[in-house]
């Protein structure tokens, strides 16, 4: 029986070469791209992109045997990591080594931001008071600290979460003054050590432009000089400068607070000039000034001097202390830089303006494709952003191209380099799609998605997403951004693999097709046509507001109306368990406060836009499960901008917990599983060289085209049943009986 399979395989493998020896046949010129008939002018307004913006700062207190856990739901936190009970200059006593708990705790933090999708900043520091000297006794007990750090893999923990270190430690509020540790040799001691630390390309980033030049082995008036820094080789600190220097920042906690930003620049418009060559690598924020009356004894806070050097700086976050005076200016052309045409924003205000472009802003100014390809064909995209933004995107950063028609997606990754979307340019980029064989005849819309931070799950698509500020593009429960549509025809022998890909990028086809019909996005809005629908409403009243409950058997998911127009927006909702009549009560604010009358509440989600407001709620928080009785749901709005004004109310008494769960994955492939036995074997080696050697006699089923191409390039090729014998050569597939 194995001479006559031989013979079945040499006579494949001769099919397939006579065909691979056959002329080629000249294709028909490739049609025009056609335009999107996308709005490309830039939407007004916030977005709440990953790794830049308003941080969500937590000052995390931290003691003997005793660090508490936090749940944030920002997209971007900053921790400030308060070590000073660990620090005999704050203890009064001995300095002590960080503990199990520290780290124990910290771990399941992350946990909490993984699973909430957050990015994540930390600073470390000895005190938050203003305290002089907190530091421990000796520099090298400041540094074991570290070594434990290192030791633990306490930023490895982190992982693709991790946008930047700010270097922190010594002085009070960890700013770098008032210290035991803070002469520029110190700090420059310090900031090597943290390089090492922490993991490449991670930036870290120093409070004063010195610091990087005493690193440096420089003067600090030398910082401009370009070439200088670019052959600079090693210094007392540093035997690889050029290793490290691309990850150097700054942040700035007197930001706007006097012509020197309270001491930070010795010579403000050289030093911004070498940050903003410095900043596009790495990162550039703080902390506003707090003391308005000193600030506006000078003009550098003014919109028409600060806007641009936020430009020149590339400015990607702040703490949310905006300076409330630039409420009280408008933006017009007098702020302008050249590259970036913020004309949609003339007549805001500057307060505005600077919220809404902190970090990138991505804005998609064209979108051209192919009209029309077949089942199996190509397809072609051409599309320009133009980053309006005060900085690039600094992390490293995962792109995919979704195809996507009523409700059913597949997805592929890309080898576009997104940071190189810098601030003030526009960039065009080319696009190739090899579409499934088997792919349904139709209109098929056409996504770009960027990811931040941990690579995309099909499981919580949203998570990462980086959104461009159009209207009319964004696809809330995928994280994508519309492109544009291809029709696509039936083909009778298609032509082409089983997998869609994007040409040319290596690992990057698709897995199989997806639905999202059942997917509960919690981002404030309306996510697909199905998320939110009037089966799903609860309660009713005549003032407007509306309550819908959803449940997927892990969350329960509360949408409620509520009316605009509060100047500081408290979101509440109050459930009774039937039972036992147990009350919870979880509130979120504005300004980031989380309020909750229990112990934990790890999981929980909450998010606004306009009128609606969404929340997710664990079960194994609250105590419930499907088909469990809830007394009632009370949903409630306040403004705390007006003394607590109660703005919106509605309750819903007798609910059932919905007993469901989401189904997403519609197909998957069985990788190598060509002739759709159910197997994985030689057969289906034979089968793909069949396939491509006559097709009018042995084509495979889209299905099994869909498994064949197992070699991560596009198309099945002989390549593919070679990989597929490579493996059976090492044990790795099943043989069949006879």
Not at 58 to 66: E, F, H, L, Q
Not at 594 to 613: A, H, I, R, T
Request: glycine share 10%.
């Amino acid at each position: 029986m194995a001479r006559i399979f031989s013979r079945a395989f040499a006579a494949a493998v001769s099919v397939a070469v006579s065909a691979a020896l056959l002329p080629l046949t000249s294709s028909a010129e490739a049609p025009e791209l056609a335009d999107s008939g996308i709005d490309y002018t830039e939407a007004v307004g916030t977005i709440l992109n990953p790794a830049a913006g308003y941080t969500n700062t937590i000052w995390a207190v931290c003691k003997p045997n005793s660090t508490p856990v936090y749940s944030p739901t920002a997209k971007l936190v900053l921790f400030f990591i308060d070590i000073g009970a660990f620090s005999s200059g704050m203890n009064g006593g001995t300095d002590i080594p960080l503990d199990d708990t520290f780290f124990d705790s910290w771990h399941q933090t992350f946990e909490n931001c993984r699973k909430n999708g957050c990015t994540v900043a930390v600073r470390f520091r000895y005190d938050a008071n203003g305290k002089d000297d907190p530091e421990p006794a000796t520099f090298e007990a400041l540094l074991s600290h570290i070594d434990q750090l290192d030791e633990h893999g306490f930023f490895e923990d982190i992982g693709d979460m991790l946008v930047y270190v700010e270097s922190g430690f010594v002085g009070k509020w960890g700013e770098q003054h008032g210290g035991k540790y803070t002469s520029l040799a110190h700090k420059a001691q310090l900031l090597q050590r943290l390089l090492e630390v922490v993991p490449d390309p991670v930036p870290v980033t120093v409070r004063t432009p010195n610091i990087f030049a005493e690193w440096a082995g420089i003067k600090t008036s030398e910082l401009n000089d370009a070439e200088l820094i670019d052959s600079l080789t090693s210094s007392a600190y540093c035997s690889d400068i050029q290793k490290y220097r691309s990850r150097i920042g700054l942040y700035d906690d007197g930001y706007m607070g006097s012509d020197s930003d309270l001491g930070t620049y010795s010579n403000r418009a050289a030093e911004t000039e070498w940050l903003g060559r410095q900043t596009l690598t790495s990162y550039f924020g703080g902390e506003f000034s707090g003391n308005l009356e000193f600030a506006q004894k000078y003009d550098t806070y003014l919109p028409e001097n600060a806007i641009p050097e936020m430009y020149r700086t590339h400015l990607s976050y702040i703490n949310s202390n905006i300076f409330q005076l630039y409420k009280d200016c408008t933006f017009g052309e007098n702020c302008d830089v050249s590259g970036a045409d913020n004309s949609a924003y003339y007549g805001s205000t500057a307060f505005d303006f600077i919220r809404d472009h902190l970090g990138y802003r991505l804005v998609l100014r064209d979108s051209r494709l192919t009209p029309e390809t077949a089942q199996g064909g190509t397809a072609r995209v051409e599309f320009t952003v133009e980053n309006t933004g005060f900085a690039g995107i600094i992390p490293a950063c995962t792109p995919y191209v979704i195809l996507e028609k009523d409700g059913i997606y597949t997805y592929a990754r890309c080898d576009t380099d997104c940071r190189k979307w810098l601030s003030c340019t526009k960039t065009t980029e080319s696009l190739e799609l090899r579409l499934p064989a088997d792919i349904e005849a139709g209109r098929w819309n056409v996504y770009f998605k960027v990811n931040i931070g941990p690579q995309w799950q099909v499981e919580s698509p949203d998570k990462g997403a980086v959104r461009f500020a159009n209207n009319g593009t964004w696809n809330g429960v995928l994280g994508a951004n519309l492109l544009g549509s291809i029709d696509v025809t039936a083909a009778g022998t298609p032509a082409g693999g089983g997998s869609f890909c994007v040409v040319g990028c290596e690992d990057g086809a698709a897995a199989g097709l997806y639905s999202y019909r059942d997917i509960i996005t919690v981002d404030g809005t309306l996510s697909h046509a199905s998320e939110w629908t009037p089966d799903n409403v609860i309660a009713t009243s005549d003032e407007g507001t509306e309550m819908s409950v959803r449940a997927d058997g892990k969350y329960l998911y509360v949408m409620a109306k509520m009316p605009e127009g509060a100047k500081a927006p408290v979101y509440n909702i109050q459930l009774h368990r039937a039972e036992d009549n147990e009350y919870f009560w979880l509130y979120y604010a504005s300004n980031g406060f989380v309020y909750f009358n229990k112990e934990s509440y790890d999981g929980c989600l909450c998010k606004w836009q306009g009128d609606m407001v969404e929340f997710r709620l664990p079960f194994d928080i609250f105590g419930i499960s499907g088909g469990d009785g809830l007394k009632d749901i009370r949903v409630f709005l306040q403004d705390s901008g007006e003394d607590w004004k109660l703005m919106g109310n509605i309750t819903a008494s007798g609910v059932t917990v919905p007993d469901t769960e989401a189904e997403f994955v519609v197909q998957q492939r069985t990788l190598g599983d060509a002739n759709l036995d159910g197997r994985v074997t030689v057969a289906d080696a034979v089968a793909i060289l069949q396939h491509i050697g006559n097709r009018d006699k042995y084509a495979l089923k889209p299905q099994g085209l869909l498994n064949a191409d197992v070699d991560g390039e596009a198309g099945v090729t002989a390549n593919d049943a070679r990989v597929l014998l490579v493996w059976d050569s090492q044990g790795g597939l099943g043989r069949q009986d006879s």
